[in-house]
């Protein structure tokens, strides 16, 4: 009995160490590859140095060394130089990282874009002195790159009021010409895109049976308004404090948007609601079936989209199927961002022209059920943790590290703020916000 026990226990011991050993390879990948994927874009969208990158915003993964290629416009990450993960960029679409296939397949069936950019200069307003200061000691505290011992790393700040910017502050080492990251502020694009084919009668939020995976199961009732409200009812667990499906989805696999069509269904559709970065890129493979060729699909963000909001800095980034990431990676300086605001600000027109359909943007901010009064369609609305004004007619997007796009429409406001704040929920947006609508 006592060997039998002995045995059992080597044995178990045996097999929690090879699981350990296998899930730590696994980890050290993912970061590997978050190294390589953030350091690509940050030197060859931003035009940062590699220096500044490993200060400022590679704080999560230790023992990690970046070596970027200039000539071959690759960025490789090691980790005790044992594991190694490649990102490699191409202009106009940004930084991909290589998992399933080699860079040399890749660059054969991503295409290359040419979209002609068109630039829409947001004009300046001045304030009155007694605004001016009240609002210099505003964006004083909110520049702070350390608050309340934790590192905030404000970047870039703009204010804009119907329609005109009347406060904006960069950090040092940037500028209003520096395209800086979004992240989950892309699911909100990944909606604008949705909603133009909406107007060009191509997609109806109400249309099913959206993928041949999921014809043989009760997937095949998930509408574009369940994802887009996140309420599918797909397993996929966001959780980056460990090998996550958000994790296999972003680092691991060549198809984000496939993985999580590949997910299963584990709650009643449109009775759940989920914060899914799966769901976004699901969407993105929705936006990409309405095309007939990769190359339209593509383009199609920069001409219904940033070329006509005047965004020339705007790169959305691709998985290595071919498909944006919709969920997370796209760049743009604080003022392209801005456009984005006052496109949903103004009901969806810009310069005389409807981009989105009429009601695109109140059916946006429509309360999704279950959602705690906190999230419309791809939009938050009332995001709890941010402790925002009450009574406020709120549309945020919301990203990473402290990334927003505040939209006021009763106000006629558009706040932007960026940052690589190593707790998201740090920056005290709710004071900043409290303080404009106390100037303004």
Same mark, same amino acid.
């Given at each position: 009995?006592?060997? +039998?026990?002995?045995?059992?226990?080597?044995?178990?011991?045996?097999?929690?160490?090879?699981? /350990?050993?296998?899930?730590?390879?696994?980890?050290? =990948?993912?970061? !590997?590859?978050?190294?390589?994927?953030?350091?690509?874009?940050?030197?060859?969208?931003?035009?940062? +140095?590699?220096?500044?990158?490993?200060?400022?915003?590679?704080?999560?993964?230790?023992?990690?060394?970046?070596?970027?290629?200039?000539?071959?416009?690759?960025?490789?990450?090691?980790?005790? *130089?044992?594991?190694?993960?490649t990102s490699f960029y191409r202009p106009g679409l940004g930084c991909t990282l290589v998992n399933e296939q080699d860079i040399e397949t890749m660059k054969k069936t991503l295409p290359d874009i040419n979209v002609a950019k068109r630039e829409y200069t947001i004009p300046d307003s001045l304030l009155p002195s007694e605004q001016q200061a009240k609002i210099d000691k505003t964006l004083d505290w909110a520049m702070q790159s350390v608050y309340k011992d934790v590192i905030v790393n404000t970047r870039a700040i703009i204010v804009a009021i119907d329609g005109k910017?009347?406060?904006?502050?960069?950090?040092?080492?940037?500028?209003?010409?520096?395209?800086?990251? /979004?992240?989950?502020?892309?699911?909100s694009v990944t909606n604008t895109m949705i909603g133009i084919l909406v107007r060009d009668g191509i997609l109806k939020v109400s249309q099913d049976h959206l993928f041949e995976e999921w014809q043989n199961d009760d997937r095949k009732n998930i509408t574009i308004d369940h994802l887009l409200?996140?309420?599918?009812?797909?397993?996929?667990?966001? @959780?980056?404090?460990?090998?996550?499906?958000?994790?296999?989805?972003?680092?691991?696999?060549? /198809?984000?948007?496939?993985? !999580?069509?590949?997910?299963?269904?584990?709650?009643?559709?449109?009775?759940?609601? @989920?914060?899914?970065?799966?769901? +976004?890129?699901?969407?993105?493979?929705?936006?990409?079936?309405?095309?007939?060729?990769?190359?339209?699909?593509?383009?199609?963000?920069?001409?219904?989209?940033? !070329?006509?909001? /005047?965004?020339?800095?705007?790169?959305?980034?691709?998985?290595?199927?071919?498909?944006?990431?919709?969920?997370?990676?796209?760049?743009?300086?604080?003022?392209?961002?801005?456009?984005? *605001?006052?496109?949903?600000?103004?009901?969806?027109?810009?310069?005389?022209?409807?981009? =989105?359909?009429?009601?695109?943007? @109140?059916?946006?901010?429509?309360?999704?059920?279950?959602?705690?009064?906190?999230?419309?369609?791809?939009?938050?609305?009332?995001?709890?943790?941010?402790? =925002?004004?009450?009574?406020? @007619?709120?549309?945020?997007?919301?990203?990473?590290?402290?990334?927003?796009?505040?939209?006021?429409?009763?106000?006629?406001?558009?706040?932007?703020?960026?940052?690589? +704040?190593?707790?998201?929920?740090?920056?005290?947006?709710?004071?900043?916000?409290?303080?404009?609508?106390?100037?303004?």
């Open positions: 009995m006592t060997e +039998t026990i002995k045995y059992l226990f080597f044995t178990g011991l045996l097999i929690g160490v090879g699981f /350990g050993i296998r899930y730590g390879y696994r980890y050290a =990948l993912a970061g !590997a590859a978050y190294n390589a994927k953030i350091t690509c874009s940050c030197v060859f969208i931003g035009g940062r +140095t590699l220096e500044s990158i490993q200060s400022e915003d590679l704080y999560t993964i230790p023992f990690a060394k970046q070596k970027v290629d200039e000539a071959n416009k690759t960025v490789t990450s090691s980790i005790l *130089g044992i594991i190694s993960k910017i009347v406060a904006e502050r960069y950090a040092p080492g940037f500028n209003k010409d520096s395209p800086l990251m /979004g992240w989950s502020m892309t699911k409200r996140m309420r599918s009812g797909l397993e996929f667990e966001e @959780n980056y404090k460990k090998v996550s499906d958000a994790i296999k989805m972003l680092y691991m696999k060549d /198809g984000a948007g496939k993985y !999580a069509i590949s997910r299963p269904l584990i709650h009643p559709i449109g009775e759940h609601w @989920n914060y899914s970065s799966g769901t +976004t890129n699901i969407l993105q493979e929705v936006i990409k079936s309405t095309f007939t060729d990769q190359k339209g699909y593509a383009e199609f963000p920069h001409r219904r989209l940033f !070329a006509k909001l /005047g965004m020339p800095t705007a790169v959305m980034e691709m998985d290595g199927s071919g498909t944006y990431i919709g969920s997370s990676y796209m760049y743009a300086t604080a003022r392209d961002w801005t456009k984005l *605001g006052l496109l949903y600000q103004n009901d969806g027109m810009w310069n005389g022209e409807q981009i =989105l359909p009429p009601g695109w943007v @109140n059916y946006s901010k429509e309360l999704t059920p279950q959602s705690d009064g906190e999230y419309g369609a791809h939009f938050w609305l009332d995001p709890k943790d941010n402790n =925002l004004p009450k009574g406020a @007619n709120h549309m945020l997007m919301m990203g990473h590290e402290g990334q927003y796009v505040v939209i006021n429409p009763d106000k006629k406001m558009v706040v932007v703020r960026l940052g690589c +704040t190593q707790k998201s929920d740090s920056f005290d947006l709710g004071r900043l916000l409290s303080e404009l609508y106390q100037i303004f």
